[in-house]
């Protein structure tokens, strides 16, 4: 498996790798609302397009490819609204890890974090000194907290009753558990 930067070939493999896993993850979630799962691709979709747009300079997509094939993917930029909103700006200069998706036929191979460590040695070559990412998934969330420990933020019942939002602040050189 490699890691390599987007490229606007690759346009087509990771939009049906976004629809994928974002189907996946709304089946795992026990979500059935299509709006909100048509807006969440249609995010990912804009975000995939600033990278190309802005050269990385606003959104800065890595894709892991094996065989070929994308299987993997995850981006980095500007902490998104949301995490603004819930944190009152006070990451609005910090860098988010977000997108990260992996196949759900890949997933539990390391991929994900292959692709974490994959961004933050860019990020650390590029003066960034720490980041911060955001989960509303509770299967994700369990995930994140094993391998980052507990949430900076917990926006409580974001979502709806016992639905929070949880935003984890690191520093590059920080180790996270595995």
Same mark, same amino acid.
């Given at each position: 498996?490699?890691?390599?930067r987007a490229l606007l070939h690759d346009k087509e493999q990771l939009?049906?790798?976004?629809?994928?896993?974002?189907?996946?993850?709304?089946?795992?979630?026990?979500?059935?609302?299509?709006?909100?799962?048509?807006?969440?691709?249609?995010?990912?979709?804009?975000?995939?397009?600033?990278?190309?747009?802005?050269?990385?300079?606003?959104?800065?997509?890595?894709?892991?490819?094996?065989?070929?094939?994308?299987?993997?993917? %995850?981006?980095?930029?500007?902490?998104?609204?949301?995490? /603004?909103? &819930? *944190? !009152?700006?006070? @990451?609005?200069?910090?860098?988010?890890?977000?997108?990260?998706?992996?196949?759900?036929?890949?997933?539990?191979?390391?991929?994900?974090?292959?692709? %974490?460590?994959?961004?933050?040695?860019?990020?650390?070559? /590029?003066? &960034? *000194? !720490?980041?911060? @990412?955001?989960?509303?998934?509770?299967?994700?969330?369990?995930?994140?907290?094993?391998?980052?420990?507990?949430?900076?933020?917990?926006?409580?019942?974001?979502?709806?009753?016992?639905?929070?939002?949880?935003?984890?602040?690191?520093?590059?050189?920080?180790?996270?558990?595995?």
């Open positions: 498996m490699k890691i390599r939009q049906h790798l976004f629809r994928t896993v974002i189907d996946d993850t709304f089946r795992l979630n026990n979500l059935s609302d299509e709006e909100d799962k048509a807006a969440e691709y249609q995010t990912k979709i804009h975000y995939l397009q600033s990278d190309f747009d802005t050269e990385g300079q606003e959104k800065k997509f890595f894709v892991a490819e094996l065989d070929e094939r994308i299987i993997g993917c %995850i981006t980095y930029g500007k902490a998104n609204q949301m995490i /603004n909103e &819930i *944190t !009152h700006d006070a @990451l609005k200069e910090t860098f988010e890890i977000g997108t990260l998706y992996v196949h759900p036929d890949y997933q539990g191979n390391r991929i994900g974090s292959r692709l %974490i460590d994959h961004v933050r040695e860019d990020m650390k070559q /590029n003066g &960034i *000194t !720490h980041y911060c @990412l955001d989960c509303g998934y509770k299967t994700a969330q369990v995930k994140w907290c094993r391998k980052f420990g507990e949430p900076t933020y917990n926006a409580q019942d974001y979502w709806g009753k016992n639905d929070d939002h949880l935003i984890w602040v690191r520093v590059i050189d920080e180790t996270y558990l595995k």
